[in-house]
């Protein structure tokens, strides 16, 4: 198979609407839980970390599933790929909530 049909097979992959969905849908859900326990009222600028969290969700699971090509390689490999995953898909939505938060005011 040619490096073409590779990224073709990868990019069009069935799982990748499910990651993506998944993956925004978990720090929404985080977010939202945090809101309600701060006791922050729902108007119309939370909307933007509400956003940007699930961009950044997105963005996380999208190198999470980039990485999947490499998880069938070995053993060692699959415990390095999945751990390289979750630090990208944390890093993606840590950067994603504080520069939402930071442009409503909440991070300080």
């Not at 701060?38 to 599933?65: N, Q, R, W």
């Not at 751990?83 to 930071?102: D, E």
């Amino acid at each position: 198979m040619t490096q073409q049909n590779d990224l073709q097979q990868l990019l069009y992959s069935r799982f990748l609407g499910i990651r993506l969905m998944v993956g925004a849908t978990i720090p929404v859900t985080l977010l939202n839980l945090f809101l309600l326990i701060k006791g922050i009222k729902y108007e119309d600028y939370v909307f933007v970390p509400m956003t940007t969290v699930a961009i950044g969700g997105a963005l996380g699971a999208i190198s999470f599933h980039v990485l999947d090509y490499m998880r069938t390689r070995g053993s060692w490999n699959k415990a390095v790929v999945y751990t390289a995953g979750v630090i990208m898909y944390a890093l993606a939505v840590w950067v994603s909530l504080v520069g939402g938060l930071s442009v409503i005011g909440l991070w300080d």
